[in-house]
Nanobody, 126 residues
Framework: QVQIAESGGGSVQPGGSLTLSCAAS????????MGWYRQAPEKSREMVAL???????NYTDSVKGRFSITRDAAKPTWYLQMNNLKPEDTAIYYC????????????????????WGQGTQVTVSS
């Protein structure tokens, strides 16, 4: 019911920059979080950046100060700006959205409604 599509991956030299984008469509409502995850070869998927309701952001330690997650205020589209890329950033990057549910005036995530894109490859090498 919800479709997510990433774009913007590619190959870049160490120190370079890339911006990934993700657009969601379908039954989009009550979104709790928008985020980016990545999976490197022979490693498990890890959270890279999250943007949650209220505008709060969280980043994994290895990308703090280099990556930035933002969203379009008018539509369900979000971005991951990646600066000063390192070889260890090489991975398939996936965008994710999680719907929430209201408990009183508070919106909490509902893991039953978690959606993933197909992934986009980012390769950092010289």
């Amino acid at each position: 019911q919800v479709q997510i599509a990433e774009s913007g991956g590619g190959s870049v030299q160490p120190g370079g920059s890339l911006t990934l984008s993700c657009a969601a469509s379908g039954s989009i409502y009550s979104i709790f979080s928008m985020g980016w995850y990545r999976q490197a070869p022979e490693k498990s998927r890890e959270m890279v950046a999250l943007l949650t309701t209220g505008g709060n952001t969280n980043y994994t330690d290895s990308v703090k100060g280099r990556f930035s997650i933002t969203r379009d205020a008018a539509k369900p589209t979000w971005y991951l700006q990646m600066n000063n890329l390192k070889p260890e950033d090489t991975a398939i990057y996936y965008c994710n959205a999680v719907k929430g549910e209201y408990h009183g005036r508070y919106l909490s995530p509902n893991p039953r409604y978690s959606y993933w894109g197909q992934g986009t490859q980012v390769t950092v090498s010289s």
